[in-house]
């Protein structure tokens, strides 16, 4: 039972580049609206919820998560304030 | 003192620190147009999309927040397919032109590690030819290109006097004051190790591949030229060959005791070459600044963009530049054109 946890650890080495990583946290991310939003029986029906009206909406949520990241990434990059220190006296 | 950790490295915890802001949602209007994600049904956003849109949002903060003033480029699969050469019909050559044209820099960072300028120019000739031909350079723009083989090992400028149009760049010229510690003792005792561990591949997974050792790298490549040694076991190879040089050299490829090196999968062959694109890209930063005056402070990493292919593959050579440099993650020599029409069309909006 020793290698396959051995040979995990490895697989874990390579795909916690935080390269590869982000991608496929924004990509988990975007799945949501996916899964909500598309219209999948939209190419037989044409009333109802229509392909363009689907595809503006799942525009409009993507955009928004996108600005989410981005502001996560701008929280990221700015310098943090100084927690309270404990001071023993 | 530790920093309290942002939500975005609780959330994603081996986040490093980005050089730039990203203007994420920018990116993916502009990538949406193009690949029409939102009007899909079936395929949900997928990796490639992501990889797009992040490429999209950092070309957008290199030229927008700042100007670009170096753009360095991997060489095999990025600016030419797998093991060919940047042939003189190649897309990507005018769109090279263009950007030394604009005062870009340019430098291509590359694992090919020749000593000889003839090798670069027999793998390079279409740009280099284009570059001395060229009626909209200055001879100063001419100038502005480098060759930086072995990920940061041999360093060649234009020479349009020379018949293969590039000269060789003493070392001692170039060399950063931290890889000017690296003695050649511990290079070749780095080197031996490396080498009995890739013997120590061959014999254990019978690889139809056979030893090359050069001055500063060793690797195995194919014995027939027409037989591909497979993936599987050239990532195995990378992986082996990384963790005995890791245990022998106490620390990891970029920290240790001995020198920095970079094993790596080159999608044919194996190599573990001193030092890497981190340094190889440093030495881009500080070599062009350098015209300007010993004092010049280094071309900053924010100016800088790293194109390349490697980014998840075991080594993943184009990643190590992510320290230095933003980065930029192609898949194919066709993407790298998309990508260059991408950064000339956010370069022009902003002098607009």
Known sequence: MLFPLFSQLWIVDLINLPTNKISEWIKGLLAVPFVLYSQPTGVFETNGISVAQMSEEAHRRYAEIMRDVEVLVDDHSTPFARPPQVILS | ?352
């Open chain 2, 1 to 352: 003192m530790h920093n309290i950790p942002s939500k975005l490295k609780l959330l994603v915890p081996p986040i490093g620190n980005f050089f730039t802001r990203l203007p994420l949602e920018a990116a993916f209007k502009f990538q949406d147009r193009k690949r029409y994600i939102s009007s899909r049904r079936f395929v949900s956003p997928s990796f490639n999309d992501v990889r797009l849109i992040l490429n999209s949002a950092q070309l957008m903060a290199v030229t927008t927040q700042g100007t670009l003033q170096l753009a360095t480029f991997d060489g095999d699969v990025t600016l030419y397919d797998d093991g060919q050469s940047l042939e003189p019909s190649s897309p990507i050559i005018p769109r090279m032109i263009d950007l030394l044209a604009k005062n870009v820099k340019v430098g291509i960072v590359t694992a090919a590690g020749y000593t000889t300028a003839d090798r670069y120019y027999a793998r390079l000739h279409g740009l280099l030819d284009a570059i001395a031909e060229s009626t909209i350079l200055t001879p100063q723009q001419r100038q502005n290109i480098v060759i930086m083989g072995g990920e940061a090992n041999y360093l060649f400028e234009f020479r349009p006097s020379s018949p293969d149009l590039l000269a060789p760049v003493p070392q001692k010229q170039w060399l950063t004051a931290e890889m000017a510690t690296w003695s050649d003792a511990s290079i070749t005792a780095l080197l031996d190790v490396a080498e009995a561990a890739f013997r120590d591949c061959i014999k254990t997974m019978n690889l139809p591949a056979t030893i090359m050792r050069k001055d500063r790298a060793v690797g195995i490549i194919s014995s027939d030229p027409n037989v591909r040694i497979p993936r599987e076991s050239l990532e195995e190879t990378v992986l082996v060959v990384q963790k005995i040089l890791e245990l022998s050299v106490g620390g990891t490829d970029r920290h240790n005791k001995v020198v920095p090196f970079c094993a790596f999968n080159g999608g044919r062959d194996v190599f573990v070459d001193i030092g890497d694109k981190s340094w190889g890209v440093s030495v881009c930063q500080a070599w062009f600044a350098g015209k300007h005056g010993a004092n010049a402070a280094p071309i900053r990493p924010e100016e800088t963009l790293h194109v390349g292919d490697q980014f998840l593959s075991a080594g993943s050579n184009d990643f190590k530049a992510r320290s230095v440099a933003t980065t930029a993650w192609i898949a194919s020599p066709a993407e790298t054109v998309d990508l260059l029409d991408e950064l000339a069309g956010f370069m022009t909006k902003k002098l607009s």
